[in-house]
Antibody, heavy 122, light 109 residues
Framework: QLQLQESGPGLVKPSETLSLTCTVS??????????WGWIRQPPGKGLEWIGS???????YYNPSLKSRVTISVDTSKSQFSLNLSSVTAADTAVYHC??????????????WGQGTLVTASS | SSELTQDPAVSVALGQTVRITCQGD??????ASWYQQKAGQAPVLVIY???NRPSGIPDRFSGSSSGNTASLTITGAQAEDEADYYC????????????FGGGTKLTVL
């Protein structure tokens, strides 16, 4: 059974960079069928897609976050990572990693990590 | 980028049928998928690519689409179906962006 697990600091100071890692187990991060990505959810609010990455390094980012987001992949460790720079209180959220599937007519996330709460506060 | 609009809250009597809708321009080009999220838990995919159920999802969940509107129907709602439901689709651009709706809180009475 595929599992994804987020890890990283739960507290980040404003103006600093949020860094999280997602470890994939029970399946190959190098599969040609999938992308891997991040979705966040501010407390009491809805889901916001952040971006996704292919095992080769091809990335897609939410245009509203693109200037601050970097997603990278390390296939040797079966991990992919999120960096979000210049954080503010508005970036406080539960951050989920998820496996993405795309075809000509759809895109969706079929496996999700439990999520990790990151608070931006001094 | 595209936006998907959902009603904030819907209620249904136990055992009855409920439809949750999602509207947006991207749905004219791409199929919606649907997620169930219970309090404190990660979202769970319940319908993908318009009307496909992942393994383990009860057949009382179904999806449909018409024009710019996608719908999730729960036929014979159970108490355990009380949750937040989110739709998503690909963005209407040619890139592999995803967009999510704002979510619908389903209450089973």
């Amino acid at each position: 059974q595929l599992q994804l697990q987020e890890s990283g600091p739960g507290l980040v100071k404003p103006s600093e960079t949020l860094s999280l890692t997602c470890t994939v187990s029970g399946g190959s991060i190098s599969s040609s069928s999938y992308y891997w990505g991040w979705i966040r959810q501010p407390p009491g609010k809805g889901l916001e897609w952040i971006g996704s990455i292919y095992y080769s390094g091809i990335t897609y980012y939410n245009p509203s976050l693109k200037s601050r987001v970097t997603i990278s992949v390390d296939t040797s460790k079966s991990q992919f990572s999120l960096n979000l720079s210049s954080v503010t209180a508005a970036d406080t959220a539960v951050y989920h990693c998820a496996r993405h599937q795309y075809d000509l007519w759809s895109g969706y996330c079929d496996y999700w990590g439990q999520g990790t709460l990151v608070t931006a506060s001094s | 980028s595209s936006e998907l609009t959902q009603d904030p809250a819907v209620s249904v009597a136990l055992g009855q049928t409920v439809r949750i809708t999602c509207q947006g321009d991207s749905l004219r080009s791409y199929y919606a998928s649907w997620y169930q999220q219970k309090a404190g838990q990660a979202p769970v995919l319940v319908i993908y690519a318009k009307n496909n159920r992942p393994s383990g999802i009860p057949d009382r969940f179904s999806g449909s689409s018409s024009g710019n509107t996608a719908s999730l129907t729960i036929t014979g709602a159970q108490a355990e179906d009380e949750a937040d439901y989110y739709c998503n689709s690909r963005d209407s651009s040619d890139n592999l962006y995803l967009v999510f709706g704002g979510g619908t809180k389903l209450t089973v009475l």
